[in-house]
């Protein structure tokens, strides 16, 4: 099942893992490396709507994001932000934290609002190639 902000987030193209209530997907323009989005499969545009499996379901993926983001990226913290102003449908944004910078591709990220709340306008977009190798990369330690 998709819903209009699973694809405002480029999916398909972006889908990192499936779950049964849930996607990861790769965050195209990256707020600092490894930032995803964990976006409801459902129709739910309220947390408190979700269906019960829905939350169960967190206890499997929330572990597995950080174990993946903390072998790519290494973060000093992680930041779950559920805004949902533009993109209706229960979803999180995923952002990797940590001081300083860290490179990928030859690219330097940096997380210009640490320590502080994160720089949501400062998000680097990537290209359709640099996409694809992103998403692939986290795919792989997402297990």
């Not at 405002?8 to 779950?19: S, W």
């Not at 849930?22 to 930032?35: D, H, I, Y």
Request: a negative charge.
């Amino acid at each position: 099942m998709t819903n209009a902000t699973m694809k405002a987030f480029g999916f398909p193209g972006t889908l990192v893992r499936q779950f049964d209530h849930w996607a990861v997907q790769l965050r195209p323009a990256q707020v600092t490396l490894g930032s995803l989005i964990l976006v409801s499969t459902s129709e739910a545009t309220s947390f408190g709507a979700l269906p019960a499996g829905a939350y169960a379901e967190l206890g499997t993926i929330i572990p597995a994001i950080e174990a993946a983001l903390g072998k790519f990226v290494q973060y000093e913290k992680i930041n779950y932000l559920m805004l949902m102003m533009v993109d209706p449908h229960v979803h999180f944004h995923v952002l990797p934290r940590y001081e300083g910078s860290r490179s990928w591709d030859g690219v330097e990220f940096l997380d210009p609002g640490w320590p502080g709340q994160p720089d949501l306008k400062s998000a680097r977009p990537l290209d359709l190639d640099q996409q694809a190798r992103l998403r692939q990369e986290i795919a792989d330690r997402l297990i």
